[in-house]
């Protein structure tokens, strides 16, 4: 498998597979006209996983060609998303996690930031609601992996490890800078 910084470079440069396949993703962000490349990771028991790229933000241009690959477990009625984020001496891991309801166009979530820097461990979880016009599905171009959504995917035998099961952004892509902000806010506290 490539690694991340391979498959955002592929991914953001356009390079294209032989099988490209659209999928349409909930994604949380807050840009509707947001693009998104994707590779397919695992497919397995209705839900996938998928390594993601921004490819386009016309909202703000918060789309980094350098950026690494985006990791997302979605399936009819679950987003899983974590990504991580380190600035100085401070790291931080945020998870969401959501209950999808596609046909009222609502996501129930809750959201970790996890902060450890200086000696300290901080914590904070929220809960929010995206119902209509802040809940976007996007169509995104699936460049590799593809094969894994045939017949409805394939679980990988017991014992196997996958590259990751989960991770993603707060707020899609384009609130990275608030993360980074949030964890200074954090570092700054301590």
Not at 144 to 159: E, Q, R
Request: net charge negative; proline share 2%.
């Amino acid at each position: 498998m490539l690694s991340k910084a391979l498959l955002a470079a592929a991914l953001a440069t356009g390079y294209t597979a032989a099988q490209t396949s659209t999928v349409q993703l909930f994604i949380d962000n807050m840009d509707p006209n947001a693009q998104w490349g994707a590779s397919v990771i695992e497919a397995c028991n209705s839900s996938t996983t998928y390594a993601i790229v921004c490819t386009s933000a016309p909202l703000n241009g918060a789309c980094s060609s350098g950026a690494s690959a985006i990791t997302i477990t979605e399936g009819p009625s679950v987003y899983i998303a974590t990504t991580q984020a380190i600035v100085s001496e401070t790291s931080a891991t945020v998870t969401e996690s959501c209950a999808l309801d596609s046909a009222a166009l609502s996501a129930a979530c809750v959201q970790t930031i996890v902060a450890d820097g200086y000696g300290q461990h901080n914590a904070i979880t929220s809960s929010y609601n995206l119902t209509g016009q802040y809940y976007y599905q996007y169509n995104v171009a699936a460049t590799a992996g593809v094969k894994k959504l045939d017949n409805g995917g394939t679980c990988k035998a017991a014992g196997s490890s996958s590259s990751g099961a989960a991770g993603a952004s707060i707020q899609g892509a384009l609130a990275m800078g608030a993360v980074v902000l949030a964890i200074l806010a954090v570092a700054m506290v301590l």
